[in-house]
Antibody
């Protein structure tokens, strides 16, 4: 069955770079898109960006200058890198299948930005 | 950017009630509207896509409707397991979510 699982550091210092990995199973990255979506504690959802099945990417304009999404299809992994982290980037980070209608989600990984 | 406004932000209802949640877009989104349910500590779950299509495995008490800028999620008979926060999401232009409606039992 389709599964996605996020991994990465739970704590990042301000101004540093966040690196997260989404490992998928039960689906091919060459025929499925994967999105990254985050949720600050107690708040709503923010779509960060998507890597399409053809490898193209689209990013939320609010964070585009800080964000990069890539993939390794041979390892079934999608990567998120975001630089210049601030405390307001503290959130649960989810990866999900789909670029417009995510139907399978990972459990999420909590990232805290703090010194 | 398209803004999504959900109302109410908090809704209290009794088991068996018919419940209606609203979502309003800042411009016409041509029915490109999804609904998600998020229970405490869990990832969101897709309930309804393209305004009124029920996702596989979702109970038929959930339904969606709307057009233009105004959309609705209806639960025909509220069950205890429906306690959650519900988010709408438009994908007509990029992707944006509403702030959510928290549904609790009265």
């Amino acid at each position: 069955q389709v599964q996605l699982k996020e991994s990465g550091p739970g704590l990042v210092q301000p101004s540093q770079t966040l690196s997260l990995t989404c490992t998928v199973s039960g689906l091919s990255l060459t025929s499925n898109s994967v999105s990254w979506i985050r949720q600050p504690p107690g708040k709503g959802l923010e779509w960060m960006g998507v890597i399409w099945s053809n490898g193209g990417t689209d990013y939320n304009s609010a964070i585009k200058s800080r964000l990069s999404i890539s993939r390794d299809t041979s390892k079934s992994q999608v990567f998120l890198k975001m630089n210049s982290l601030q405390t307001e980037d503290t959130a649960m980070y989810f990866c999900a299948r789909g670029g417009t209608t995510p139907d399978y989600w990972g459990q999420g990984v909590m990232v805290t930005v703090s010194s | 950017d398209i803004q999504m406004t959900q109302s109410p932000s908090l809704l209290s209802a009794s088991v068996g009630d018919r419940v209606t949640l609203s979502c309003k877009a800042s411009q016409n989104i041509y029915k490109y509207l999804n609904w998600y349910q998020q229970k405490l500590g869990e990832a969101p779950k897709l309930l309804i896509y393209y305004t009124n299509s029920l996702q596989t495995g979702i109970p038929s008490r959930f339904s969606g409707s709307g057009s233009g800028t105004d959309y609705t999620l209806t639960i025909s008979s509220l069950q205890p397991e429906d306690v959650a926060t519900y988010f709408c999401q438009q994908y007509n232009s990029w992707n944006t979510f509403g702030a959510g409606t928290k549904l609790e039992l009265k």
